[in-house]
Nanobody, 123 residues
């Protein structure tokens, strides 16, 4: 069982930066690969970034490559998403998630989800 809680969202101007955090509780957090997804009103949830449970492999959506960075600190049971050069189209609720797979960019392959944190980018 894994419980996830996101934080760090807010309102930022285009070109600015935010760092999201996801605190996890569970006996074997380091055995899960972690991912970030986002969902805008009226749209389906979409993949943003993922990292394998050993931290060796990372995947990024084409829309965020070069701007977003995923990282994790297994000793602190926390995963992060550093978001730079933010654009209005990045506005969404951002969710962290955990999967027993080695790594995945597919929403249906994730087993646990946080409650989400709102990110709003103004122009």
């Amino acid at each position: 069982q894994v419980q996830l809680v996101e934080s760090g969202g807010g309102l930022v101007q285009a070109g600015g930066s935010l760092r999201l955090s996801c605190a996890a509780s569970g006996r074997t957090f380091s055995r899960y690969a972690m991912g970030w997804f986002r969902q805008a009103p009226g749209k389906e949830r979409e993949f943003v970034a993922a990292m394998s449970w050993r931290g060796v492999s990372t995947y990024y959506a084409d829309s965020v490559k070069g701007r977003f960075t995923i990282s994790r600190d297994n000793a602190k049971n926390t995963v992060y998403l550093q978001m730079n050069s933010l654009k209005p189209e990045d506005t969404a609720v951002y969710y962290c998630a955990a999967t027993v797979r080695i790594i995945s960019y597919k929403c249906h392959e994730y087993d646990y989800w946080g409650q989400g944190t709102q990110v709003t980018v103004s122009s």
